[in-house]
Structures are given as C-alpha cells and as structure tokens.
C-alpha cells in the first residue's frame, strides 16, 4: 500500500477517450472567452445559453418551484441561475457555484477624449490588478455601454472584427531608455500615461483640436454619441486578440480573461448539464477585481435575498437554509511556474496538467482577510470529488510572505455558508494574456458536477 500522496498529471493518465472529451470542451469555453471579454457580455452570452437550457427570467418576490429553471439578471453585469430541486433543502441546503466574470482591464475615464501632437488619445483609469508595461504596444479593442440621457443604451465594441481597427498605447524606444531602465517596473510606467490612440487625421484643416473633432464625428455617425455622453459610460479596453491554443499538441490556451472565465465556463456547463436533485444557484459575480463591492459584486445583500426567496418557496427557515448550504467560490488561483520558481512553494501550489485547485485560504500575511475553510468541509469534498473520479490537486497563492490576494470566498462564509476557493491554475495571471490547460479546466468541470449532483 502506497501511504504517499502525490499529484496526478492527467495528460499523463487520461485515455484516449478522456483526452478527446478534454479538447472537444475547450472549444466551447474559447467561444465563450470571445464572446464575453466583459461581465456585460458574459452575462447576455450565459443568458444565451440557460434560455437554450429551458431557463426563465427571475422576479424577485416571484414563487420558485421545485423544478423551476430561473436565472435572475443583475444589471446585465451579474447572473443568478437557479435550478430548484426535488431533494430536502431544510437538510441538503442550496449547492452554491460562484465565479466571477470581470477581469483586469483599461476603463476609459468619464472625460477621455483629448488631443495632444497631431493625435487624439482616450485617458484611462484601470481596473483591477494589472502591470501597467503588459498594455503597451498590444492591440487594444473597446467594448461597452453608453447610456443616453433619453434612457436608451448603445453598445459599443470595436477592435474584435477581422477588419476593425484597434486601439494602441505607446512604449519609449529602447535607444532613449536609459533613465527608464533604471526605475523601478513600479516607478516607471505611469497610470496617466496609459492613453489609448483613436485617432489621427484632423477635420477642418488645421484647425485646433481637429483631430478630435473629427474623431467625434465618427462616434456620431457609427453610435450617434456626442461627446458629453462619454460622461453615462462604461467603456473598457480590453485585448483585441481571441483566444488561441498554445503548445504543438494544444495542450493549453492563451486567452484574455482566463480569470475568472476559466472557472465561470465550467460553472456554467455543469449547472446546464448535470441532472441533479438538489437545489443549486449558479452565481457570475461583477466586480471581484476591485473588492467584490457595489451591488453587482459578491458583497451585495442578494444573494441572501434570493436565498431568503428559495426558502420562503419551499417553506424552510432561512437561516437553516443557510447553514445546511455549501460553496464552492470557483476562482482561478496561480499556477506553479519554473521561470519564477523562487515565487513559490512548489509542493503547495497548483502545477498546470494535474486538475483544479483547492485553496483551503487566500489572503496575506498569516492567511489575514481569508475565508480559512474547515478540514471537515475539504474531507465531504475529498469524499465526493474521489467518487466521480475527478483529478484535483490543493496550493496556496504563492511563498508566504511574498504578496496575496483575496476572492469572493468570505462574503458567502460570512451568512453562515461553508465554503472553499476552487479553481484553475493559471500561468501569467492577470496579464493581458493569461495561459492556463485544458486539462485543468475540463477537471474544473467535472469537479463542478460532482459538486452539486
Ligand atoms: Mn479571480
Ligand atoms: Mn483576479
């Protein structure tokens, strides 16, 4: 008898059937990546798909029955599916899957367009944790809403089309970087300097601010906008490229918005896909990378509205319903890589090919402002994730003491949830373009399922 505990590689271990189940999945989820870059996009994409799945709109205060299939949009930036079940929730409580779909981004300040040295630049305000270098000299794409005063909204997305322009910051050449390479990464790239170009040809001549002018009328004519309406925006420059396959053998995919995506998608399939008893909700959060705040992040008072509404409908005490409920906070974690070795542990961190990832705490400095989840929830999941046969694997963050980082994990522990992080391993986090396997995520998947069936 082995007594030791080792990771499994499943590129390693899978059969040939398992492999083509593996790649034949990760199709699916790059659609989903192209198609939902921001949390708007993510959530008509999902709607998309629950509808396909015989999923009907949600009204608060609404009786939910056993059997119903709801979702409940948030603003058009979050997403609530509901599936209720036959099983007792007074005892199996509600099977909660929560990811998050915004990601690290460049949000268009409200007053953006400006002209300077024959060009017309959009000023930014980013959003989230990024390296402010990574968004120099990549091909931008802008994507969002404007609302009209009139109460009508415009979708904007331009860079994405074959034959869309894109949008472009500038880097300093390395012939006058002297100064430059001598500052800190932190010190040297500036977030005010982080300015998208839009456009370069001036209308009227010479005119002062021609540029501008001219980019305005292009605005007017494609989206009939003016420039005061820049003031009710949402627009977000995010990376114009699709997601694409990496590695001779596809092993893995290059994608912008792999966090939180990565998990989102599985999430996502495997509410769609499992037959099940039990009562499950289904949560796409908004504004996790800037603290889970506002009342489209997991902080908001609704989720325990709705689970307030589940246990009305079924006639069960809300707080009982609550504490007989389980989570699992499916958000990407990082993985383990041999370029920067020295940022981790490497028996404690998650390493790409061997399955999603259990962090049993976030935080930083002593696990500070983690949701710490109980050994005897990770025993029940233990448990139920060796009977449906899914590869996982347990990390942390990275080497303690190094840095840190939080998920939504602790505002559904604080009404009383148990609840642990789970997620794929993901290489260059938080870049404009992350790199995760496609091994992992399809284990994602089944980890998910097995979860609420
Ligand atoms: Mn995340
Ligand atoms: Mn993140």
Redesign the pocket.
Known sequence: MDLTYKRKNIYATADKAELKRIMDYAEGYKSFLDNGKTEREAVAYTVAMAEKAGYKPYTLGDKINKGDKLYYNNRGKALFMLRAGKADIAKNGVRILV??IDSPRLDLKQVPLYEKAGMAYLKTHYYGGIKKYHWLTIPLALHGVVALKTGKTVSVNIGEAETDPVFYITDLLPHLSQELNRKTIGEGFEAENLNLIIGGIPEGGEDKDGVKKNVLKLLNEKYGITEEDFLSAELQAVPAAKAKDVGLDRSFIAAYGH??SV?AYPEITATLETETDQTVLTILADK??IGSEGNTGMQCVLIDDLLTEIAKSYGVNPALLRAKSMCLSA??TAAYDPDFASAFDDNNVGQVNCGVTMNKFTGARGKSGSNDASAEYIGYLRGVFEKAGVVWQTGELGRVDLGGGG?VAKYIAKINIDTVDM?VPVLSMHAPTELISKADLYSAHKAFAAFIK
Do not use: K, L, S
């Open positions: 990811a998050h966090d939180d998990c996790e990378e958000d990407v998920t997620g």
